[in-house]
């Protein structure tokens, strides 16, 4: 089940900290990078649930994140629905295709898993790329973003956005420490480690893990909404199963089934990615060494090794001082 | 045009020949996932580097020199992967070696960009294999009949290599039992090498042949592999038979689909891909029961 930590709840504090400073402080350009941040880490929520609390490694995300993109932009520039009832269409259609994909995929394990997985994400790609109603490879403009005047917010300013992203980003963080600790996350955790046994004890496996994968493919096309909405344009490039393979490289590169080290992968693969294409514009050179080297070190990611390494220490202490843990103690040590 | 017999036949060739560039592909990636449980993303990126060698050293000694340089060059870096990476990760997850090697997809494709630039190379078809041949009351493209009579030597070379020789026969043990080939007094992680290489000398084979009827681009590793990982799925992991049943599968559903029915053609063969493994997860003849 999953749990927070001292150390966990100091990064969590320290990233909502950064990202209000940045959105509050930063021009145009680093608003647009935050918000780009602030999606990647909603889609890597998405896939953490599944791959890292359900051993259900998944390279299909980046397609349902794109299905969600898309189903937006049909029912609000296309169909003319009203933005917020789009959204939810979005939310929901992405989640009934996740969960069909994940009740498939169910009987699979392992590398089959991982293809039928792979198979479907492109199943979609291709699709999109030669249907005509979604615009082919020319991909779609003119995709309207939530109207929240009624509220006196204009989310056409970046500012607001990527504050909308954020709020959006906790309430995802807040449903996924939900689901993990219902009886459905419990359920998931022992299929992870043991399905024979739970299958034993009468747990219908198929269905927990259908179940699960569509509440991620849910998040994963609130994502792809969100998405949408703020580059206000979107190609088939959208589900390519690159994306997926990247989503799940900001996964390991943060840590593995830690919810929180996600959210500080996500951070850094895009500030890394803006940062070296300014400098080279070999930066997939530096990102696939550095992910080799994550994944040969055998630790699990970047937050997974703090947590390895000072975590207990960090509890330790927190429990020796009884109350008040020191967020300054333990962000120096991050 | 739907009547002619011809123009199926010529259908018919086409599939084919894309049926064996993918056979040369999948066969090496198949045998090591099957002897070794290794996934290897990064196969396509190898056939890449097989097409820019091969580019390289035709543009020096003609086609026939970069024939014969992409697979050996190619093997070349599938020795200096095994020793630095592979054999490393022989023991983890389905997981970590898919990711390493999605690293490597990233890493090589850097790399051949930084040797050789972004811009599209070319082969030239030598005077020999230019032109068109009459077969069957049609015209053919001579090339293409050469990389049909290629796959086919070559899955007739390794049939025989894997059922009739010692070598062929310690390969199968392995497959159907590494520990027990090891107790036997097989040298399975030698045999493992061995397999490795020549997988990777197959793929640097495929990237040379294909040159000349593509361009030779940085990403031309990333689009095959998707092709490539659904031939093997299809046909089963590890087996010989698996991987020229898919290569037939893919080739003649993608050709034949996109005559039939162009609007489906591409979801088509990822719906036959989905279907199979709904049906028989492990795909139509897996090397073990």
Redesign the interface.
């Known amino acids: 089940m999953f749990r927070h930590n001292a150390l966990r709840y100091a990064v969590l504090v320290v990233l909502l900290a950064a990202a209000l400073f940045q959105a509050f402080t930063a021009e145009y350009f680093g608003l647009e990078i935050l918000t780009e941040i602030l999606i990647l880490a909603i889609l890597v929520l998405a896939l953490d649930i599944v791959a890292g609390f359900g051993g259900m490694v998944s390279l299909c995300h980046g397609a349902l994140m794109g299905v969600g993109a898309y189903a937006y932009a049909l029912l609000s520039a296309k169909a003319g629905i009203a933005p917020p009832l789009a959204m939810a269409g979005a939310v929901a259609l992405t989640g009934v295709t996740a969960w069909a994909i994940g009740a498939i995929c169910s009987r699979s394990h392992g590398i089959y898993f991982i293809m039928a997985t792979l198979a479907f994400g492109q199943m979609a790609y291709s699709y999109v790329f030669e249907a005509l109603v979604f615009g082919g490879d020319d991909g779609l403009g003119g995709i309207a973003r939530l109207d929240l005047g009624l509220f006196g917010i204009d989310l056409n300013d970046s500012r607001s956005f990527a504050l909308f992203c954020l709020a959006a980003l906790g309430a995802v963080y807040g449903a996924a420490v939900l689901i993990l600790r219902s009886g459905l996350g419990r359920s998931l955790s022992g299929v992870m480690h043991n399905e024979q046994r739970m299958r034993a004890l009468g747990l219908t496996v198929w269905r927990v893990k259908a179940d699960v994968f569509g509440l991620s493919g849910m998040i994963a096309g609130l994502a792809g909404a969100l998405a949408a909405q703020h580059i206000m344009y979107i190609s088939p490039g959208l589900l390519s199963w690159t994306v997926s393979g990247e989503a799940l490289v900001v996964v390991i590169l943060g840590g593995l089934g830690t919810l929180v080290g996600p959210l500080v992968g996500a951070a850094a693969f895009v500030v890394l990615k803006h940062e070296l294409s300014g400098l080279t514009s070999y930066w997939h050179l530096v990102v696939g060494v550095i992910l080799i080297a994550v994944v040969m070190s055998r630790a699990n990611g970047i937050f997974g090794w703090i947590e390895a390494r000072w975590g207990d220490r960090i509890e330790r202490r927190v429990a020796d001082a009884t109350r008040k843990p020191e967020p300054e103690e333990a962000t120096s040590d991050a | 045009m739907a009547h002619d017999p011809g123009f199926w036949m010529l259908q018919a060739l086409n599939a084919l020949q894309l049926s064996m560039l993918l056979f040369l592909l999948s066969i090496g990636l198949t045998v090591i996932?099957g002897l070794m449980h290794f996934?290897n993303l990064a196969h396509g990126s190898l056939y890449a580097l097989g097409a820019y060698f091969g580019a390289s050293a035709a543009a020096v000694g003609g086609f026939w020199l970069g024939f014969f340089v992409a697979p050996v060059a190619v093997a070349g870096v599938g020795v200096l992967l095994y020793s630095g990476?592979i054999r490393?990760?022989r023991k983890?997850?389905?997981?970590?070696q898919?990711?390493?090697t999605?690293?490597?997809?990233?890493?090589?494709?850097?790399?051949t960009?930084?040797f050789w630039g972004d811009l599209a190379l070319a082969i030239q078809v030598p005077q020999i294999l230019a032109g068109r041949t009459a077969l069957l009351g049609i015209e053919y493209p001579t090339y293409r009949l050469f990389i049909i009579g290629l796959g086919l030597s070559i899955f007739a070379a390794l049939a025989f290599v894997l059922s009739r020789t010692q070598i062929g026969a310690m390969i199968r043990a392995g497959v159907d039992n590494d520990a027990m080939a090891a107790c036997l007094g097989i040298n399975v992680e030698r045999l493992f090498f061995i397999v490795f290489c020549v997988g990777c000398a197959l793929a640097g084979l495929a990237g040379v042949v294909a040159a000349p009827l593509l361009s030779v681009t940085p990403d031309m590793g990333?689009q095959i592999l998707?092709p490539t990982?659904?031939v093997i799925?299809i046909g089963g992991?590890g087996s010989l038979k698996g991987a020229v049943a898919g290569s037939l599968i893919f080739g003649f559903v993608q050709t034949f689909g996109a005559v039939l029915a162009p609007?489906l053609a591409?979801?088509l063969i990822?719906?036959l891909?989905?279907a199979v493994?709904?049906i028989k997860?492990?795909g139509l003849f897996p090397a073990k029961g």
């Open positions: 996932f996934v990476l490393r990760m983890s997850g389905p997981m970590a898919v990711l390493v999605f690293g490597l997809i990233f890493a090589l494709l850097d790399l960009r930084l990333l998707i990982l659904i799925v992991l609007q591409s979801v990822y719906a891909l989905a493994l709904v997860p492990v």
